[in-house]
């Protein structure tokens, strides 16, 4: 069995060509001097600028006043902070209105007309609003 030549044994050998020794760049350079540090504001990318003029839009308006949400402590606050003149204004208004949907009105004249029922829950509250200004504990 014949061995097989290496492959690019036959080529012929150079001498590496040495490169001259580096100087050091220390030598050549000035002496180092203070230097104060610069800090310039950083750019903001193109998707932050986009993101960024929407921030700027005014929020929508406010959802309305729903007296309804409010809790005990809010309401006993509000209608300390009303004056007198308008406190007793929502006092009648209130009155005059919880009496037209307690009690609704019926057509005597008709006597087919269905009995409505009052409504219970805003009886019971014309029954605390009556014992809070007599000043009967119930």
């Not at 044994?9 to 580096?22: C, E, G, Q, S, Y």
């Not at 002496?31 to 929407?54: G, I, K, N, Q, Y």
């Not at 009648?92 to 409505?116: C, M």
């Not at 009556?130 to 009967?136: D, K, Q």
Request: aromatic content about 2%; hydrophobic content about 40%; proline content about 14%.
């Amino acid at each position: 069995m014949t061995a097989q030549p290496l492959l690019f044994i036959d080529l012929p050998t150079t001498d590496r060509v040495r490169k001259n020794a580096r100087r050091s760049r220390a030598t050549s350079i000035a002496a180092p001097v203070a230097v104060d540090l610069v800090r310039e504001p950083a750019r903001t990318p193109p998707h932050a600028a986009l993101t960024a003029s929407f921030d700027l839009v005014p929020p929508g308006p406010p959802p309305p006043f729903d007296p309804a949400a409010l809790s005990n402590p809010e309401l006993r606050a509000l209608v300390q902070a009303l004056p007198d003149q308008k406190l007793s204004h929502l006092l009648i208004e209130a009155a005059r209105e919880l009496k037209r949907r307690a009690l609704p009105d019926r057509d005597s004249d008709d006597p087919d007309a269905e009995a409505v029922e009052p409504n219970p829950v805003l009886l019971r509250a014309a029954r605390q609003v009556v014992g809070e200004l007599s000043g009967e504990d119930s």
